[in-house]
């Protein structure tokens, strides 16, 4: 049985305000942070998203080159 795997991109907006998360496993698309810590949380939020699954986070710099890799193993575990 092979596992699902999504892919999340993390990418600083055009005007500079803060990171969009970007993924086809959201049901929108792409979600917007703001704060200062917005790519910890953009990174925590896929994380929790796919819980259940393995998921590659990648966190781009304004010029499009990846500057960090997260690589999450799901670990829900059934009773």
Do not use: C
């Amino acid at each position: 049985m092979s596992r699902r795997k999504d892919f999340y991109e993390i990418r600083p907006r055009r005007d500079r305000r803060g990171v969009n998360l970007i993924s086809d496993a959201l049901p929108f698309g792409r979600l917007w942070y703001d704060e200062p810590d917005a790519v910890s949380n953009a990174i925590g939020y896929a994380r929790f998203y796919s819980r259940s699954h393995n998921a590659v986070i990648r966190v781009y710099d304004e010029t499009g080159n990846v500057i960090q890799t997260h690589k999450h193993t799901g670990n829900l575990k059934e009773w």
